[in-house]
Structure formats: structure tokens, C-alpha cells
């Protein structure tokens, strides 16, 4: 008898065993709500911030759209309407406005214009999406309802376009005259439309090319002068005057070019050392070794057949001397230093040498050819022109 449990207190037990349940139900659904609206929010501010860049260049869309004045972080003030330009100088950090920047600077590449409409398109969407998830609809419904407009907007578009042939240069001047007509310079369509049909035509084969790369073309700014004192080089101009500094020639007929990427100064120790020279000999000694090594490197050039000598810019030392300036403008060849790192592979690709990175490896395989390089005044400020490639 003492073993046995009363038939009451059983039921007793059972019963505080299953009063709990409920209470875990109610908090599993009020974490699943909580998550939902989380999920909502981010949502709500992605878009937000996409709206904001949207709005920043809506006014300047269009013909009567207005001119925009940015200051980068250096000081250089940029007034443009375009939108890959103002989107491109912009600090942008959230990473959903950072997908207009990509989606504007995207259409830039590809097409070339139309960098403001297609991120005032992205956020007018944008903002109907927030009507559309207020009413309870799913992100997802939302995706797939976009993807199906866009097939039906590329069928319209395809539809209702007009092909436009690579060697119909008139279609192209015209098409190009349409794109300038919201730029600041629009007034100058008729003199810079067909400049720019025509450079994209230098560079590409019109019975096989589906695009351009504008590496291959370089635009040279440079103060003073009007806009008509534009135009189209077929060739190379660098926006650096030659190195004149002891009197060397001005222009060089039936040139030879040579792209060097070492130095024409003398060799420098490669940790930080003094050197304390006593006795006037010893310093005769030294200058005498580096006219030596100098001379030995311009006989070197000359070697080779060189008349017009490019010299990339240096960080570590004098890319050039005086004194190597003064042997190469006996020898009449032209110097055209501080060619920039970044320029090299289009300076190679346009004029068809080879950058040679020691004197040992100075050839006549390596050279390029021209008709003829000659310095020339623009405005206040000198170029280098370098035509018959």
C-alpha cells in the first residue's frame, strides 16, 4: 500500500507538466515577428539610400537640366550634368547607393550615354517597391514581376529601335550630336560630334567591331584657346614640351622613338650614406666617373639609332641630368621626359615600341617610326606631336 500512488495526485502532476507549452508557442512566434520586421527595416533603408543618389542628379536630366559644382577632397571644383561624372566624384559609402554608382559608371562604358536616366529609372522602381511591400507583398513577387517587365521593355525597345551601321558615318554623327545636346559644350555638336565619330572609327575595324575600348584613344586638355582650337591627331601628342634645358632639336623627321624606363642620372647608393670628399681631386675624380658613365650610356642610345628618346618618370631620382641632356642635345637626339607609369602601355600600343627597362637591352627591334615629332605651342603651354605612325 505504501508503494502506491493515489490516482489524484497523478492527475496533478500531469497537469503541471503540460501547462507551460502554450507560453513556448507565443515566444517562438513573437522572436519570428521580430526578425520580419528587422528584415523590413533593412529593406525601407537600402532603398532610402538608393532614392537619395537618385534625387542628387534628377535635375540634371535632360536638356534644361541643371549644371552641378562638386569639390573633390584635393580642391579641384568639377561643374557637369553627367551623371557617371557626379556620381564618380561622390563619397559614396552605403553599399546600395554604391550599386547606382557601379550601375551609372556601367552605362558609361557600354553605351556611353544615358549615365543620369538609367539611376533616376533605378529609383523611381525603388520607390514603388515601398508602396508595393506597405500592402504586404513579398520581396521575391516583387523580383520576379521586375524580371518579367524587363523582357517585355527589351522586346518594345528592340522593336521599336532603328539599326545603326559602323560605316553609316552620317547615323553616327547624328547619334553622337543627340548625346552632346545636354552637355555644356552643346553649342559645339557640329565640331566636336564628328571628332569624336571619327576617332572611335581610327581605332576599330567597322566590319567586325561590336564595341571600343577608350583606352585606346586619349583625350589631352590643355589651359588657353577656345574650343574651336580643337582637334583630331592621328597620332600621338604627349602634354609634356621636350626637354630643352640644353638646347636640343625641336622636331626630328623620319623619327626613331625609344620608350626607356631607367634613369639617365648617376647611380645612387641603395641604403642612406654620406660621402665626404677632402681633397679637390678626389671631387675631380668623381665628376670625371660621371661623365664616363653618362657618355657610355648616350653612345649606347645613339647606337641603337634613336633620334627621339622618351624617359618614363622617376620617384627614386632624377629621371635625367643636365649633363645627360647636354651629351643627347650634341648627339640632336629629342627628350621627352616624366612620361608617366600609367601611360606606358598606351604609349607602346599607339606608337608600336617596346619599353626597354636597361641600356643592355637597347636594340634597333625595339624602336618605333614615325614621319615626324616636332614641339608646338598651345596657348601659353608647349605639346610634343608626333603624326605619320
Not at 586619349?218 to 582637334?231: A, H, L, P, R, Y
Not at 624617359?311 to 649633363?323: E, G, H, M, P, Y
Not at 615600341?353 to 643592355?360: F, L, Q, S
Request: proline letters at 4%; a positive charge.
Amino acid at each position: 500500500k505504501s508503494e502506491t500512488t493515489p490516482p489524484h495526485t497523478t492527475n496533478k502532476r500531469k497537469r503541471k507538466m503540460s501547462a507551460p507549452a502554450p507560453a513556448q508557442g507565443n515566444s517562438d512566434e513573437t522572436q519570428f515577428d521580430g526578425n520580419a520586421e528587422k528584415g523590413k527595416n533593412v529593406r525601407i533603408s537600402n532603398i532610402t539610400a538608393a532614392k537619395a543618389i537618385s534625387d542628387a542628379v534628377r535635375t540634371s536630366l535632360g536638356p534644361r537640366g541643371m549644371d552641378k559644382m562638386i569639390q573633390t577632397p584635393t580642391g579641384e571644383v568639377i561643374i557637369s550634368n553627367d551623371g557617371a561624372t557626379l556620381l564618380k566624384q561622390m563619397a559614396v559609402t552605403h553599399p546600395c547607393a554604391k550599386m547606382l554608382v557601379e550601375l551609372s559608371h556601367a552605362q558609361d562604358v557600354e553605351a556611353g550615354d544615358g549615365t543620369t536616366s538609367v539611376v533616376v529609372i533605378a529609383g523611381s522602381l525603388l520607390g514603388a517597391c515601398v508602396n508595393l511591400l506597405n500592402r504586404g507583398i513579398h520581396p521575391t513577387r516583387i523580383s520576379e514581376a521586375f524580371q518579367i517587365a524587363r523582357n517585355k521593355a527589351d522586346e518594345i525597345l528592340i522593336n521599336m529601335s532603328t539599326p545603326i551601321k559602323l560605316d553609316d558615318r552620317d547615323s553616327l554623327v547624328n547619334s553622337a550630336t543627340t548625346s552632346l545636346s545636354s552637355k555644356v559644350i552643346s553649342h559645339y555638336s557640329s565640331l566636336l560630334a564628328p571628332m569624336a565619330v571619327d576617332a572611335v572609327l581610327k581605332v576599330i575595324d567597322p566590319k567586325t567591331a561590336v564595341n571600343v575600348d577608350l583606352q585606346d584613344i586619349k583625350v589631352v586638355k590643355k589651359v588657353g584657346g577656345t574650343i574651336d582650337d580643337s582637334e583630331l591627331v592621328e597620332g600621338m601628342v604627349f602634354s609634356q614640351g621636350a626637354a630643352k634645358a640644353a638646347g636640343g632639336p625641336s622636331s626630328i623627321k623620319n623619327a626613331k622613338i625609344a620608350l626607356i624606363q631607367f634613369c639617365l642620372s648617376p647611380p645612387k647608393t641603395d641604403i642612406e650614406n654620406e660621402v665626404v670628399v677632402s681633397d679637390h681631386t678626389q671631387l675631380d675624380r668623381i665628376l670625371k666617373e660621371e661623365k664616363k658613365y653618362i657618355i657610355n650610356i648616350c653612345k649606347k642610345i645613339q647606337k641603337a639609332g634613336c633620334n627621339v628618346l622618351l624617359i618614363q618618370k622617376s620617384i627614386l631620382r632624377d629621371a635625367v641630368s643636365d649633363l645627360a641632356l647636354h651629351f643627347l642635345a650634341k648627339m640632336k637626339i629629342m627628350v621627352v621626359k616624366n612620361i608617366e607609369r600609367e601611360d606606358v602601355s598606351f604609349v607602346c600600343r599607339t606608337l608600336g615600341c617596346k619599353p626597354i627597362a636597361n641600356i643592355e637591352a637597347m636594340t634597333a627591334d625595339k624602336l618605333a617610326t614615325a614621319d615626324l615629332v616636332e614641339e608646338e605651342g598651345v596657348g601659353s603651354q608647349r605639346i610634343v606631336r608626333v603624326t605619320g605612325i
